[in-house]
């Protein structure tokens, strides 16, 4: 079975390499913690959901980069070559993705507390849809629009009560939840927008939850999408796009088992032959599937201790470059390079001064030696970009590899930029 925790180019014959470069060599030429993406699988993953789209749905559709993910020009510029948009949560996204040259048709701006100055930011640089998710939002859309000699589009996010068997941190499409709108009241918003001749109303979105499993939940997405569609026909307001969101899982673990990026592109167009047919342009927003797997991070081993209760190995990050864990629980799977031969049950710490900061509880495998490395899989989504400065940690760098050749493109931090901003 393929392994679908490694990186696609991820070795370990007579050295570990990726992309064709010995991981020890990155690590001996950057430092460490070090976050290494494999230019092969990003592009892997994108060319996945565009030629699933373009095999099962039979008319437009987009892709659009959830950014939060992994917000780095040099990832969002590769996807932009294989014809992703961006989505975009607040103005800071909203900058780096026009910083990527994406162009602002394709980039989709969403979230729950969109500010005054963030809605014009979005208005004035003509991005392909505001994603509406409440009235407030609509009554600031308005008053932006009143001071210009412009229009808007627009997508209305609606709640499709759906619960997902997640991380209930997060899920987003059950009925209590700060994400969109109920249904009723979705279609209330929707008759007033269509009473406004700058607010361009452009069809449904919606998200039920990230590191989803189980395709059935799109299928019901799908299903509930398509009676939101038929229920706005009756009142002829016509539905040109539908969002199903992002969401779907990845492998962190040999014991996950997520769906294939085509399983979802085939049931999701299936369902819709069935009830409406692919009159829409159809919209999918990944984020963690097309990141995860690219991504692994290198540790230096600093220290170990063995105690009566639990033995331990210290690394030199932690919950400042991977707060999953701490903050979810979320479990990783790691790799220990060692000359050492003897096996153990321990668990990998963070350096930071939380005694939460626990990176993988109960590993098993070779006994290390300070100063050996430690690399952990699937790290590429929602950890650089989760990245906190607790305990003045300096973010690690980015480096990209691709054909036996390695670059930064995103730089280490050092200690004076911690001192950014500060008086
Ligand atoms: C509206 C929306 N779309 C897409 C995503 C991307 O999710 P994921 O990274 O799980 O694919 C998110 C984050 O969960 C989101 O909130
Ligand atoms: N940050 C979450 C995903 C959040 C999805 C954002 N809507 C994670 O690391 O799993």
């Known amino acids: 079975m393929e392994n679908k925790v490694y990186p696609i180019t991820f070795k370990k014959d007579e050295d570990y390499k990726i992309g064709g470069v010995s991981i020890p060599y990155l690590g001996e030429k950057y430092g460490t913690p070090l976050y290494i993406l494999d230019k092969?699988?990003?592009?892997?993953?994108?060319?996945?959901?565009?030629?699933?789209?373009?095999?099962?749905?039979?008319?437009?559709?987009?892709?659009?980069?959830?950014?939060?993910?992994?917000?780095?020009?040099?990832?969002?510029?590769?996807?932009?070559?294989?014809?992703?948009?961006?989505?975009?949560?607040?103005?800071?996204?909203?900058?780096?993705?026009?910083?990527?040259?994406?162009?602002?048709?394709?980039?989709?701006?969403?979230?729950?507390?969109?500010?005054?100055?963030?809605?014009?930011?979005?208005?004035?640089?003509?991005?392909?849809?505001?994603?509406?998710?409440?009235?407030?939002?609509?009554?600031?859309?308005?008053?932006?629009?009143?001071?210009?000699?412009?229009?808007?589009?627009?997508?209305?996010?609606?709640?499709?009560?759906?619960?997902?068997?997640?991380?209930?941190?997060?899920?987003?499409?059950?009925?209590?939840?700060?994400?969109?709108?109920?249904?009723?009241?979705?279609?209330?918003?929707?008759?007033?927008?269509?009473?406004?001749?700058?607010?361009?109303?452009?069809?449904?979105?919606?998200?039920?939850?990230?590191?989803?499993?189980?395709?059935?939940?799109?299928?019901?997405?799908?299903?509930?999408?398509?009676?939101?569609?038929?229920?706005?026909?009756?009142?002829?307001?016509?539905?040109?796009?539908?969002?199903?969101?992002?969401?779907?899982?990845?492998?962190?673990?040999?014991?996950?088992?997520?769906?294939?990026?085509?399983?979802?592109?085939?049931?999701?167009?299936?369902?819709?032959?069935?009830?409406?047919?692919?009159?829409?342009?159809?919209?999918?927003?990944?984020?963690?599937?097309?990141?995860g797997r690219a991504g692994i991070t290198l540790y230096r081993i600093e220290s170990r201790k063995e105690l009566g209760i639990r033995k331990y190995v210290s690394v030199d990050g932690g919950m400042s470059d991977n707060i999953r864990p701490s903050l979810y629980g979320a479990k990783y799977s790691a790799l220990i390079i060692t000359k050492g031969d003897r096996e153990e049950i321990f668990s990998i710490a963070g350096k930071h001064c939380e005694s939460g900061d626990i990176l993988i509880k109960d590993f098993s495998g070779l006994w290390p030696n300070p100063g050996d490395y430690l690399i952990t899989f699937t790290t590429g989504a929602y950890n650089f970009s989760m990245y906190t400065w607790y305990n003045a940690t300096p973010r690690p760098a980015v480096v990209l590899v691709e054909n036996g050749k390695d670059r930064i493109i995103v730089k280490r931090e050092n200690y004076e930029d911690l001192l950014g901003g500060q008086i």
């Open 40 to 291: 092969e699988t990003l592009i892997f993953q994108a060319q996945k959901y565009i030629n699933s789209w373009k095999k099962y749905y039979k008319n437009k559709y987009k892709v659009l980069f959830a950014i939060k993910a992994l917000p780095i020009l040099e990832v969002i510029r590769i996807f932009k070559n294989y014809g992703l948009g961006a989505l975009v949560s607040t103005g800071g996204e909203l900058y780096i993705a026009l910083s990527a040259n994406v162009p602002s048709e394709d980039i989709y701006f969403h979230g729950n507390a969109k500010t005054l100055k963030e809605i014009e930011y979005a208005i004035d640089q003509k991005v392909g849809a505001i994603i509406i998710d409440n009235f407030d939002e609509y009554e600031k859309i308005k008053y932006v629009l009143s001071k210009k000699d412009t229009k808007v589009k627009v997508l209305v996010r609606i709640i499709p009560n759906i619960e997902v068997n997640t991380h209930k941190s997060i899920r987003t499409g059950q009925t209590d939840t700060k994400f969109g709108l109920p249904i009723e009241q979705a279609l209330v918003l929707i008759e007033k927008i269509n009473t406004e001749k700058n607010i361009i109303f452009k069809g449904i979105h919606s998200h039920i939850g990230s590191q989803i499993f189980d395709i059935s939940a799109y299928v019901k997405l799908s299903e509930v999408l398509s009676e939101v569609y038929k229920e706005l026909n009756s009142k002829n307001i016509t539905v040109e796009e539908m969002s199903i969101g992002g969401g779907l899982g990845v492998a962190y673990t040999k014991e996950d088992n997520p769906p294939d990026i085509e399983d979802l592109a085939r049931e999701v167009s299936n369902k819709f032959s069935e009830t409406i047919g692919h009159n829409f342009k159809l919209i999918c927003e990944p984020g963690r599937s097309l990141v």
